[in-house]
């Protein structure tokens, strides 16, 4: 993991969720998404809480803690909130800024809005999320 900052195009762009999409498609994406900071210690998500967004790390890091637990650190180009932003289901972990943090949102009512849209992105979503759970598998 780096400390490098990251443009929301590219993050998109590069976001395994979103490779299989057009350039057209990340632009609609980015078009829904903003930019948000957080400072340290903030509860960005917490475990139990309703869908609210997905959230792609710009610059910074956070941890994640299931049961009061931490788990794990994520920082730049990792992203947190993909499976609540499509089942609509209460989170799974909680998430904290450990440092001065920068996420680009995407919201959960203009994410569903997309996929009723644009019939082409719902797919060529279900494919990459399809490929990350055959890769969770294998190990």
Known sequence: MSNESLGPEELLAG???????SKRQVRKLLDISR???HPPGHVI?????????????????ATVSVHGTEVRTIGPRDYFGE?????????????????????????????QRLIDDE???????????CARIRELQSH
């Open 15 to 21: 976001n395994p969720l979103f490779t299989g999409l």
């Open 35 to 37: 930019e948000v900071e």
């Open 45 to 61: 998500a917490a475990e139990g809480s309703g869908a609210l967004a997905l959230h792609l790390i710009e610059s910074g890091e």
């Open 119 to 129: 019939p082409a992105f719902a797919r060529e979503l279900l494919v990459s999320l």
């Open 83 to 111: 499976i609540s932003l499509i089942d609509g289901k209460p989170r799974s972990a909680t998430v904290s800024a450990r440092t001065q943090l920068r996420v680009l949102v995407v919201p959960y009512q203009a994410f």
